[in-house]
């Protein structure tokens, strides 16, 4: 009899065992639920803000960041492309869409918005009027522009090499980088004049430089473009626009 109570005892003290244990682990699960429910929103990564055609950006990322990044890896933004030079067939690009439907290459993005914000605090308002292209794109620009040309009265060979000074050849063009970018004016609060001059005077310190300057277009092989503005970071733009050289240039001395 004692042995039959003894072992009820046991039983039932095993019992409150495991129910205590269970009890802890239902507890540890509501508390562990209840941690991620509070912070777990906190750490998911937001994707950035697309740049706004109008109004104020979002982005904070600070010039020396952009310009940490840009010592860890500059050959990708210094890649000369041009009519000498095509894209590599390898090229690989990432993008990332803006709010009027134009793409840039994602590591320029933040730069980028920068540069539009500070221009609307000095009261100018730039829009990306073209972005990343792609080769087909490129090919119906080309197409487009000697078809005007021939309009009006130039030959098929004649327009071909006047488009040509204009519009990239595809395969040789920045816009398919994803690394340039054409910046008009909004149109509402700016005129283009005003936001040419602000770019020119500005650009170089978020590491965009003006791509086709009118005095360097014998080297560049394009005629001015006030609005064609192309990424290479903050220490190759600020040194190109102390010493007014062109990228073309700029590299030439690097070597």
Same mark, same amino acid.
């Given at each position: 009899?004692? @042995?039959?109570?003894?072992?009820?005892?046991?039983?039932?003290?095993?019992?409150?065992?495991?129910?205590?244990?269970?009890?802890?682990?239902?507890? &540890?699960?509501?508390?562990?639920?209840?941690?991620?429910?509070? +912070?777990?929103? +906190? *750490?998911?990564?937001?994707?950035?803000? !697309?740049?706004?055609?109008?109004?104020?950006?979002? $982005?904070?990322?600070?010039?020396?960041?952009?310009?940490?990044?840009?010592?860890? #890896?500059?050959?990708?933004?210094?890649?000369? @492309?041009?009519?000498?030079?095509?894209?590599?067939?390898?090229?690989?690009?990432? *993008?990332? #869409?803006? $709010?009027?439907?134009?793409? =840039?290459?994602?590591?320029?993005?933040?730069? *980028?918005?920068?540069?539009? %914000?500070?221009?609307?605090? %000095?009261? @100018?308002? !730039? @829009?990306?009027?073209?972005?990343?292209?792609?080769?087909?794109?490129?090919?119906?620009?080309?197409?487009?522009?000697? &078809?005007?040309?021939?309009?009006?009265?130039?030959? =098929? $060979?004649? &327009?071909?090499?006047?488009?040509?000074?204009?519009? &990239?050849?595809?395969?040789?063009?920045?816009?398919?980088?994803?690394?340039? =970018? %054409?910046?008009?004016?909004?149109? =509402?609060?700016?005129?283009?004049?005003?936001?040419?001059?602000?770019?020119?005077?500005?650009?170089?310190?978020?590491?965009?430089?003006?791509?086709?300057?009118? $005095?360097?277009?014998?080297?560049?092989?394009?005629?001015? #473009?006030?609005?064609?503005?192309?990424?290479?970071?903050?220490?190759?733009?600020?040194?190109?626009?102390?010493?007014? *050289?062109?990228?073309?240039?700029?590299?030439? #001395?690097?070597?």
């Amino acid at each position: 009899m004692m @042995v039959n109570c003894n072992n009820n005892l046991k039983q039932r003290s095993r019992k409150r065992k495991n129910h205590m244990i269970l009890r802890l682990i239902s507890v &540890a699960a509501v508390i562990g639920l209840l941690w991620y429910c509070i +912070n777990g929103l +906190n *750490l998911k990564e937001v994707s950035p803000e !697309p740049i706004l055609s109008v109004g104020t950006g979002s $982005s904070n990322v600070s010039s020396a960041g952009i310009e940490k990044n840009n010592n860890d #890896e500059t050959s990708w933004c210094l890649i000369l @492309v041009n009519r000498w030079n095509a894209i590599p067939e390898d090229y690989d690009i990432d *993008l990332t #869409e803006l $709010s009027n439907g134009q793409a =840039v290459d994602t590591r320029i993005y933040p730069a *980028l918005q920068n540069m539009f %914000d500070a221009a609307r605090a %000095d009261g @100018v308002y !730039p @829009v990306v009027a073209s972005g990343y292209r792609t080769a087909e794109k490129q090919q119906s620009l080309m197409e487009e522009k000697i &078809a005007a040309y021939q309009a009006e009265g130039y030959s =098929v $060979s004649q &327009a071909k090499a006047e488009a040509e000074t204009w519009v &990239a050849i595809p395969g040789t063009s920045e816009h398919q980088l994803g690394i340039a =970018v %054409d910046i008009n004016a909004d149109g =509402v609060k700016s005129n283009g004049s005003e936001v040419y001059k602000w770019l020119k005077q500005n650009g170089y310190r978020f590491g965009f430089i003006l791509r086709y300057p009118p $005095s360097k277009t014998e080297i560049t092989g394009v005629s001015n #473009e006030p609005w064609h503005y192309r990424y290479v970071g903050i220490e190759a733009a600020t040194e190109m626009n102390d010493q007014n *050289l062109c990228l073309e240039e700029y590299l030439r #001395e690097r070597d």
